[in-house]
């Protein structure tokens, strides 16, 4: 890209308030898929004193007009997608009218077609594909909205409540929604179209009846229940562990097959991903029925923090999502496991986020610059993001968080902020000192907590020293303020009370320091310390460990998530032995007969005793070293499960065969489930007659979750049924596409020779799309996050399919490209081969005429 064509970077440093607020829009639309016509009145008010010009963002718009208070106004000119108005009064009214193609936006932001439907996405700048705007998230206004629409699209929704509605000539029909509540523009949804629709009533803790609404593609209604379940006990928590109440008459949810995210928060009327509505037990996983539940809390918890209190600018963009991110962990975690919430959210830090920490598009949870909007939207955002929120919430305790939480909205509420302004309220409520956590907001890359424990055993004193050292790439970074989680277990495993100087202290220590020492008094033995409990701090954590302590944690430690990490911490170890070795070592006769035991007690949680047998993925296990040995982590990986397989055998088929499954969708039966599948995920690699009976019957089940649980095995296992089983799920469920993304899922994973030649094959099967971001996450995203040994071929095949459809995609669908570009942003990290393998297809993107914003970003900075 040349220097005149390069994008621009924003930078958070300078910022300014807008010169002109807009207090009221009204917006009619004349829906027509080439020619949509939109009419924007706004009431505008300078808020400067000078005359300044009013300048408004604008993309691929066709003007029409303009009129000030009335009548034809012509000092403006468009320029560089922007509408710049000179000689405004002081206030005025402002009418825009503009032209724009839902049919042609492949994009799938602003205003689009999507399955024969009206849709918008305006996160966070798609507003400025509708209409000349001030698409900003720091001017707030409310709307009236009035859709004029053939009356084959049946519904008309907008956001807030229904006003007015009725029938106009020529086969026209009409409806006007009001918000009350003053909004930014990313917040604005428009939905048009015929749908089956379930609703249902809630009624808020003061007595206020809300209308709740879910409307699906036709056909899909028996797959709504949950969802709108989900939603009802999302109003419910927020009311029980938040105090906030729902504040409009209606609460709508939309299902969309056509959608870039999960979904999106517009005020009373949310837009999802069909993926993150539909459910039932025949089409979904039990994973998809928690997934459902978490984002439809997520969603509606952004009503508070989100929607009622905003984001001043993007750069505060984890204001909103970091703190919901929080809030919808702690309803799956209250309403669910807490223990397997916990585990699900580290391994999203441990892998993809301390990656993208030590990665070229590392950046603080407050960014201090961006080219593309949309890139911002990342791990570091959104899941470090709420491990800040998690670690404040663990400093303070649950009371006076509360506390800071209801000051924050007192102090707020219907504005837009920073997140300066949320650390300041959960600082003043608490009365907690917060200056230097602040840091966490502002430092990038993930810190190292190197500790080291003596102990004195003539006067029973423990002594832990904690050394806090910043990450490699941010050395000037100043020490934070850490809450570092501990425990004690003697040895018997009991958990010991901590004391210093004869007086007892909290489990969680103050880590300000670079270097720390604490005491712990009255111990008759040395004990064994769990540290960094519960992940009490988004750390890497160094500390000398041997295998029988971390035995004694996995079987002892009072936090289910500090056993799990424990056994964790077994396999790694195991793997990196191998590694450096270089020979065939084999998992330890302790760390078996740990397995063995699980396997042969199912009295406990099954569903963490499923996770406890997992081996640790490739990205956790490539965190571990600075040049990833690809082959040789792949190939330990293979010989650990073949050796669990083989030597467990038999434990495994029995529990397999002793656990009963119902059906249903409680917890203890998706438990039964998950223990169920992680048994046949094992028992497939013993290639035995009893293992493929297990694999057919759970095939013919009328449960996805089994269903997918014996497909899944086979394909890891590459099991002689592998083809016919996959055949027959293409057979059965071809009619449903939301089904068949987890074929194609199922079909990326194939580990076989010719398997990059079988995917590009699949881009000619009836149900795939490349203007569908699902069908391209479900098969390529599949195929190069999770199929290790195909995608990072050394003869570079993997990366060249990767590579031609985000050239593809950057015409289609830029925010997806850049999306799935993810993989490539480590390409240092590898093997000299490897790496050069994909530079090569950076540099291929680099060279692309019409490379988009998005793309353009991720490259560039990869290849810095």
């Known amino acids: 890209m040349t220097a005149i064509n ?4 924003q930078y958070l440093k300078d910022y300014q308030a807008p010169d002109f607020k807009i207090e009221h829009v009204d917006l009619t639309f004349e829906l027509k898929p080439l020619n949509t016509r939109v009419t924007a009145v706004l009431q505008l008010e300078r808020t400067v004193e000078n005359d300044v010009d009013l300048v408004l963002d604008g993309v691929d718009l066709t003007l029409i007009s303009v009129e000030l208070d009335g009548a034809d106004y012509g000092d403006f000119h468009v320029e560089n ?6 000689n405004l009064p002081f206030s005025c009214q402002l009418r825009i009218v503009t032209e724009t193609s839902p049919d042609t936006n492949s994009s799938l932001e602003g205003l689009y077609l999507s399955g024969g439907a009206y849709c918008t996405q305006c996160e966070a700048q798609g507003f400025r594909k509708i209409t000349y705007f001030l698409d900003r998230p720091d001017v707030l206004a409310s709307f009236d909205v009035t859709i004029i629409a053939e009356q084959k699209y049946k519904h008309l929704l907008s956001n807030g409540n229904k006003i007015a509605e009725g029938q106009l000539d020529n086969g026209l029909h009409f409806a006007k929604w009001q918000d009350p509540f003053k909004k930014p523009s990313y917040l604005f949804a428009l939905v048009a179209g015929t749908f089956d629709v379930l609703t249902d009533t809630y009624t808020t803790k003061s007595g206020r009846n809300v209308e709740l609404a879910l409307f699906v593609d036709k056909g899909n209604l028996s797959k709504t229940p949950h969802a709108i379940e989900s939603l009802k006990r999302s109003m419910q928590w927020d009311e029980e562990r938040f105090n906030l109440e729902y504040d409009l008459d209606i609460y709508m949810i939309v299902a969309v097959d056509f959608f870039n995210m999960g979904a999106m928060e517009n005020k009373g009327l949310n837009i999802f991903n069909s993926k993150c509505v539909l459910a039932n037990q025949e089409t979904a996983t039990d994973k998809d029925y928690h997934t459902i539940e978490s984002i439809v809390g997520h969603e509606y918890f952004h ?29 799956s975690s209250d309403l669910g496991s807490r223990a397997l919430n916990r585990i699900d959210a580290v391994k999203v830090m441990r892998t993809h986020q301390f990656s993208e920490d030590a990665g070229p598009m590392s950046h603080p949870i407050r960014p201090e610059k961006v080219i593309e909007m949309n890139n911002f939207y990342t791990v570091t955002v959104y899941d470090k993001g709420a491990e800040v929120i998690r670690m404040m919430h663990t400093l303070l305790g649950e009371e006076k968080f509360q506390q800071g939480m209801e000051l924050y909205f007192e102090r707020h509420d219907g504005q837009a902020v920073t997140c300066d302004d949320f650390v300041c309220a959960m600082n003043d409520a608490s009365g907690i000192d917060l200056s230097q956590f602040r840091r966490w907001y502002s430092q990038a890359g993930t810190p190292r907590l190197s500790v080291s424990q003596s102990f004195d055993e003539s006067t029973g004193t423990l002594k832990l020293t904690i050394e806090q050292q910043p990450p490699s790439n941010y050395l000037e970074n100043k020490p934070l303020h850490i809450p570092f989680a501990l425990e004690l277990l003697d040895e018997q495993g009991i958990s010991l009370d901590l004391k210093f100087e004869n007086t007892f202290i909290d489990s969680v220590l103050n880590v300000t320091q670079p270097y720390q020492e604490f005491q712990f008094d009255g111990f008759k033995t040395q004990p064994v310390a769990v540290l960094l409990e519960d992940f009490s701090a988004p750390c890497i954590l160094n500390h000398e460990i041997d295998e029988g302590q971390l035995l004694h944690i996995m079987r002892y430690a009072r936090s289910d998530f ?20 270089g020979k065939d070592v084999s998992l330890s006769d302790d760390v078996i007969n740990t397995l063995h035991e699980l396997v042969t007690n199912t009295k406990g949680d099954l569903a963490l005793t499923a996770e406890l047998l997992k081996l640790p993925t490739f ?9 990833i040995p690809v082959d040789e982590i792949v190939q330990t990986i293979v010989r650990f499960e073949q050796q669990i397989a083989q030597q467990l055998y038999q434990p495994l088929l029995d529990c397999y065969n002793s656990l009963i499954d119902d059906g249903a969708i409680s917890p203890f039966s998706v438990a039964i489930r998950a223990l169920k599948g992680q048994c046949l995920h094992y028992l497939a690699k013993a290639g035995t007659n009893d293992a493929a009976d297990c694999l057919v019957v759970a095939a013919n089940s009328s449960n996805m979750t089994n269903v997918l649980a014996s497909l899944s095995a086979a394909v890891k296992a590459q099991h002689p049924l592998c083809d016919e ?18 074929w194609f899922a ?16 699949l881009y000619d099967h009836p149900c795939f799309d490349f203007s569908n971001p699902n069908r391209v996450r479900a098969l390529v995203g599949s195929f190069s996050h999770f199929n290790t040994a195909q995608f990072h071929r050394e003869d570079g095949a993997g990366y060249a399919l990767l590579g031609d459809l985000l050239i593809k995609l950057n015409a289609i669908n830029p925010q997806n490209a850049s999306r799935m570009l993810t993989p490539f942003m480590s390409w240092k990290r590898y093997d000299e081969k490897r790496a050069q393998g994909m530079k090569t297809q950076l540099m291929r993107l680099a060279s692309l005429e019409g490379l988009s914003d998005d793309v353009f970003e991720k490259v560039e900075k990869a290849l810095k």
């Open 81 to 86: 997608e922007q509408l710049r108005i000179k």
């Open 619 to 627: 990205d956790a296990l490539a965190a571990e070293f600075e040049i």
């Open 725 to 742: 089983l996959l055949a027959k799920f293409d057979s059965q469920w071809r009619h449903d596409v939301l089904v068949m993304d987890k």
């Open 6 to 9: 390069k994008p621009q970077t």
């Open 746 to 761: 199922l079909q990326a994973m194939q580990s076989k020779n010719g398997a990059i030649e079988q995917i590009k094959h």
């Open 303 to 331: 009503n508070w923090t989100g929607n009622r209190v905003t984001c001043r600018d993007w750069f505060q963009l984890s204001l909103k999502e970091g703190l919901t991110v929080f809030r919808d962990q702690e309803f």
């Open 562 to 581: 500090s056993r799990w990490d424990a056994q964790q911490t077994l396999f790694i170890n195991a793997v990196k032995q191998a590694v450096k070795s």
